[in-house]
């Protein structure tokens, strides 16, 4: 079983406080995607990643996929209350038979920013 | 257009009932999920349709029967479900269930078991 831990799994800040959030594994994920769920919605994409040791940029939003492709990390910038939210990093298995083409979820981090 | 609809937003059923949730997607994706999450944890999958045939069924309880009648359509049909099975469920659709392509999610059912 393949499994991502995500860390930390709260984070309670000020408005304009910069912020890191970590996805680990000991397995090798061909890419890994970054969501953001706000209460009774759907997740929502905010980045793929695929390439090992790719830096992509969205906003204030800093995504980084591990050179071993193992890990990713997203960093916000001045954070603002309406990054307030549930992030969640996925991966693709690189495993084939029964885990083709799953997701692995990690556990989630549950941002508040507070103005 | 990246959107994947979902109704009802809200279903309240007794244990006894039968209701049906329904996913709809018309981005030409040939792979559709269904998912079930509980307040502030990830999506636990359920079953995975590719190309309009199951092909990942998470040993999920046989109270929940998925069905695809075309590629742009999914539905879920709930019977004799337990108060525990009252969490949001999602439909999600990717261009394929093969290596590189992305989830995208509907806004979800909130369903509430009495």
């Known amino acids: 079983t393949q499994l991502l831990e995500q860390s930390p799994q709260f984070l309670s800040i000020q408005e304009g406080e910069n912020l890191t959030v970590y996805c680990n594994s000991s397995s090798v994920f061909s890419s890994l995607q970054w969501y953001r769920q706000e209460p009774g919605e759907g997740p929502v994409l905010l980045v793929t990643v695929v390439t090992g040791g790719e830096v992509k940029k969205l906003k204030r939003l800093t995504f980084q996929f591990g050179d071993a492709r193992k890990d990713s990390s997203l960093h916000i910038t001045a954070a603002q209350p309406g990054d307030t939210g549930l992030y969640l990093c996925?991966?693709?298995?690189?495993?084939?038979?029964?885990?083709?083409?799953?997701?692995?979820f990690g556990q989630g981090t549950i941002l508040t920013v507070h103005p | 257009d990246t959107e994947v609809t979902q109704t009802p937003k809200h279903l309240v059923m007794g244990m006894t009932n039968k209701k049906s949730l329904k996913c709809e997607q018309h981005?030409?994706?040939?792979?559709m999920y269904w998912y079930k999450q509980k307040a502030k944890k990830p999506p636990e999958l359920m079953f995975v349709?590719?190309?309009?045939?199951?092909?990942i069924n998470e040993s999920v309880p046989s109270r929940f029967s998925p069905e695809c009648p075309n590629s742009s359509l999914l539905n879920l049909h709930l019977h004799a479900l337990q108060p525990e099975d009252s969490a949001l469920y999602l439909c999600?659709?990717?261009?394929?269930?093969?290596?590189?392509?992305?989830?995208?999610f509907g806004p979800g059912t909130r369903l509430t078991v009495t």
């Open positions: 981005m030409g994706h040939r792979a």
């Open positions: 999600a659709s990717s261009q394929d269930s093969g290596d590189g392509y992305e989830q995208y």
């Open positions: 996925a991966g693709r298995s690189m495993a084939g038979g029964t885990s083709y083409g799953k997701l692995t």
């Open positions: 349709y590719s190309y309009e045939k199951l092909s």
